[in-house]
């Protein structure tokens, strides 16, 4: 049977969130405070030792106009994604809550792998309706992404492993004397600064500082904020995430003015040493493209991650779970109105992207 989270079972839920390994910082309750339009709930499933064997949180959003809401679990289940019982349980546990918010649908884009068919299969037996994710950042979450394996790895290891170009800009980053610094929230302003630089070159809209400032709080030890330094000024810097098994890389930004020293390697070599550090098994770089053309403007993005000898891991994409078929289709049409006449307003600005390159975080 499953079981909503409550105040008093928050924490059981949290430590089993974490050493799961299909854990996830999106599933986690800290993440609820740092999206604070949406509210949050989770259901478990527990085995027969009465522990707690499955979960699935969701963030519930009120549809502007509307006396519904849409539910979205980003990055669950949290479970063994063969467990066809437990699978069963969440489902039925998340339809009382989509009962519970008047929700229209249910969303979710799984970290499991596209080739993992035994999934897909038991997903569409429960009823979700399968998307498969496109090449392009099209998704909420990014549909490609680098994962490099740190388990058990030293630095020795995983630095003869990186290419030799990887390996030859690192060393130049320490030569022209950029230090990398994990800095406090004092350096936000700097970091958020920076940040919209990056977002006018490459095209994207940025968040505000005051979300950046949020993150961490909420996060407290599970967030950090690298900054890349030469000659005492702030050129580049990082947000990352470590959660369960895994460090995730999740907002990057760097100067137009000071790209030739490198920064972005040495930014990218202590956030591994910090998934070392905390015995991780992943070292997540996010997303990339899926599209691997030379003529993809994203594809510098990617050889600049593989360049790591990370692992190029394509995700199942999305699954929904319909409750009302004519307000699902309603919503669709106006989110669909509404993200045209953004991309109108961009263009009209001149920062229209081609592709999302700053990395997705649950929306």
């Given at each position: 049977?499953?079981?909503?989270?409550?105040?008093?079972?928050?924490p059981e839920y949290e430590a089993f969130c974490q050493a799961?390994?299909?854990?996830?910082?999106?599933?986690?309750?800290?993440?609820?405070?740092?999206?604070?339009?949406?509210?949050?709930?989770?259901?478990?499933?527990?085995?027969?030792?009465?522990?707690?064997?499955?979960?699935?949180?969701?963030?519930?959003?009120?549809?502007?106009?509307?006396?519904?809401?849409?539910?979205?679990?980003?990055?669950?289940?949290?479970?063994?994604?063969?467990?066809?019982e437990a699978l069963a349980e969440l489902t039925r546990g998340?339809?009382?809550?989509?009962?519970?918010?008047?929700?229209?649908?249910?969303?979710?884009?799984?970290?499991?792998?596209?080739?993992?068919?035994?999934?897909?299969?038991?997903?569409?037996?429960?009823?979700?309706?399968?998307?498969?994710?496109?090449?392009?950042?099209?998704?909420?979450?990014?549909?490609?992404?680098?994962?490099?394996?740190?388990?058990?790895k030293t630095e020795e290891e995983l630095l003869a492993a990186?290419?030799?170009?990887?390996?030859?800009?690192?060393?130049?980053?320490?030569?022209?004397?950029?230090?990398?610094?994990?800095?406090?929230?004092?350096?936000?302003?700097?970091?958020?600064?920076?940040?919209?630089?990056?977002?006018?070159?490459?095209?994207?809209?940025?968040?505000?500082?005051?979300?950046?400032?949020?993150?961490?709080?909420?996060?407290?030890?599970?967030?950090?904020?690298?900054?890349?330094?030469?000659?005492?000024?702030?050129?580049?810097?990082?947000?990352?995430?470590?959660?369960?098994?895994?460090?995730?890389?999740?907002?990057?930004?760097?100067?137009?003015?000071?790209?030739?020293?490198?920064?972005?390697?040495?930014?990218?070599?202590?956030?591994?040493?910090?998934?070392?550090?905390?015995?991780?098994?992943?070292?997540?770089?996010?997303?990339?493209?899926?599209?691997?053309?030379?003529?993809?403007?994203?594809?510098?993005?990617?050889?600049?991650?593989?360049?790591?000898?990370?692992?190029?891991?394509?995700?199942?994409?999305?699954?929904?779970?319909?409750?009302?078929?004519?307000?699902?289709?309603?919503?669709?049409?106006?989110?669909?109105?509404?993200?045209?006449?953004?991309?109108?307003?961009?263009?009209?600005?001149?920062?229209?992207?081609?592709?999302?390159?700053?990395?997705?975080?649950?929306?």
């Amino acid at each position: 049977m499953f079981e909503l989270v409550t105040q008093d079972t928050l924490p059981e839920y949290e430590a089993f969130c974490q050493a799961c390994p299909k854990g996830h910082f999106l599933q986690s309750h800290l993440w609820a405070a740092v999206k604070s339009s949406w509210k949050w709930e989770a259901v478990v499933v527990r085995g027969q030792d009465g522990k707690i064997k499955a979960g699935l949180s969701v963030l519930i959003r009120k549809v502007p106009s509307l006396p519904y809401t849409l539910m979205y679990a980003a990055r669950g289940p949290v479970c063994d994604v063969h467990d066809e019982e437990a699978l069963a349980e969440l489902t039925r546990g998340a339809a009382a809550l989509a009962k519970k918010h008047r929700a229209y649908a249910l969303r979710m884009d799984p970290d499991v792998k596209s080739d993992d068919t035994r999934f897909v299969e038991l997903m569409e037996k429960l009823g979700y309706r399968r998307k498969a994710g496109g090449k392009n950042f099209e998704g909420i979450q990014p549909n490609y992404v680098f994962r490099l394996n740190v388990k058990d790895k030293t630095e020795e290891e995983l630095l003869a492993a990186f290419h030799q170009k990887t390996r030859y800009n690192l060393r130049l980053s320490v030569r022209k004397g950029v230090e990398v610094r994990l800095c406090g929230k004092d350096m936000l302003p700097a970091f958020s600064s920076i940040m919209q630089e990056t977002g006018a070159r490459d095209g994207f809209i940025v968040r505000p500082l005051e979300y950046f400032e949020t993150m961490l709080d909420a996060l407290g030890e599970h967030a950090r904020l690298y900054m890349a330094f030469w000659q005492e000024k702030p050129i580049a810097g990082t947000l990352a995430i470590h959660y369960g098994n895994k460090v995730w890389y999740l907002y990057g930004a760097s100067s137009n003015q000071y790209r030739n020293v490198m920064p972005n390697y040495q930014l990218q070599w202590e956030m591994i040493r910090w998934a070392l550090e905390t015995k991780c098994d992943i070292y997540d770089f996010r997303g990339v493209s899926g599209d691997l053309t030379p003529e993809n403007p994203l594809y510098g993005l990617y050889l600049f991650k593989k360049g790591f000898s990370g692992d190029l891991v394509e995700f199942c994409g999305e699954f929904e779970m319909i409750y009302h078929p004519f307000i699902n289709f309603a919503a669709n049409t106006g989110m669909d109105k509404l993200r045209a006449a953004r991309h109108k307003l961009a263009v009209r600005r001149g920062r229209a992207p081609a592709q999302h390159s700053a990395e997705k975080d649950g929306q």
